[in-house]
């Protein structure tokens, strides 16, 4: 099952550029999580908010989460062609449930 | 370095093959998971491991077994592969951050394993 939704699935800027994604969950969550992928390989771990904040910061990441909404979203300002790669939400503790990602190409 | 290694990183096999897929990990890290990655349907957890000889079904364990009979180390067998098995494979550990409800997981992967079954 999929718990958390990206949105898009596909994104395309110019560097410079802020790249937005959105996450949809379905049920009650403590935490979520956003995972960055390059090409085929594994996932990085960028960036974990509490179900009792609304907002974190993490260098050129924000991310924001709306409980009452169900949804989350991750805000990538002055983009890189380094950012160019998949980007998911987690949800779940011991039963980590991703979502299908958002795949963002930065364009130099 | 802190890291998640898995092995093989490529696997081409037959169907009925039995293979193993090892993942371990340096961090000392209690838990530990196994996911599937096939395009449009994202990362899907196969098993996971809270501790040593403590396992648990993710969402799609048919057709896998795992172990975990040191902390460090949590194979994936597949007993009988079939092509539906092909797939791109992840291993992951964390910690369990017990300060936080649900217990938080921040998760390092591994580089993946790439399967084919034919």
Known sequence: SQQGEEDPQALSIQEGENATMNCSYKTSINNLQWYRQNSGRGLVHLILIRSNEREKHSGRLRV????????????????RAADTASYFCATGGFKTIFGAGTRLFVKA | EAQVTQNPRYLITVTGK????TCSQNMNHEYMSWYRQDPGLGLRQIYYSMNVEVTDKGDVPEGYKVSRKEKRNFPLILESPSPNQTSLYFCASSFIDRSAVGGANVLTFGAGSRLTVL
């Open chain 2, 18 to 21: 039995k293979l193993t897929v």
């Open chain 1, 64 to 79: 924001t989460l709306d409980t009452s909404k169900k949804s989350s979203s991750l805000l990538i300002t002055a983009s």
